[in-house]
């Protein structure tokens, strides 16, 4: 059973920092690009970064480069995003996605973790 499991989101102040984790079960996640996307109350889901499998390009929405960074460890089969420097326009449901990168076309999707910025 595949399963993509957010965790790591919550309330925080602007300027500072979260780590969100996708813990990943259920595919060959070595294979897979795995991203993260957000949605906003009232906006359309957006990418916020994605990482190709080993050597692992990346990608950013332009409205996160130098403050968000995608990362993965393959041996644990879990792929982050640390988050600096936090904007309330940063406040969103932040899902995690998988995508074949070799072959195949199934894709997932995890269930969602918030993260509020507010003072």
């Known amino acids: 059973q595949v399963q993509l499991v957010e965790s790591g989101g919550g309330l925080v102040q602007p300027g500072g920092s979260l780590r969100l984790t996708c813990a990943v079960s259920?595919?060959?996640?070595?294979?897979?690009?795995m991203s993260w996307y957000r949605q906003a109350p009232g906006k359309e889901r957006e990418l916020v970064a994605s990482?190709?499998?080993?050597?692992?390009?990346?990608n950013y929405a332009d409205s996160v480069k130098g403050r968000f960074t995608v990362s993965r460890d393959n041996a644990k089969n879990t792929v982050y995003l640390q988050m600096n420097s936090l904007k309330p326009e940063d406040t969103a449901v932040y899902y995690c996605?998988?995508?074949?990168?070799?072959?195949?076309?199934?894709?997932?999707w995890g269930q969602g973790t918030q993260v509020t910025v507010s003072s």
């Open positions: 996605h998988a995508r074949p990168y070799y072959f195949g076309s199934r894709t997932y």
């Open positions: 259920g595919f060959t996640f070595s294979t897979y690009a």
């Open positions: 990482l190709n499998p080993p050597p692992g390009s990346t």
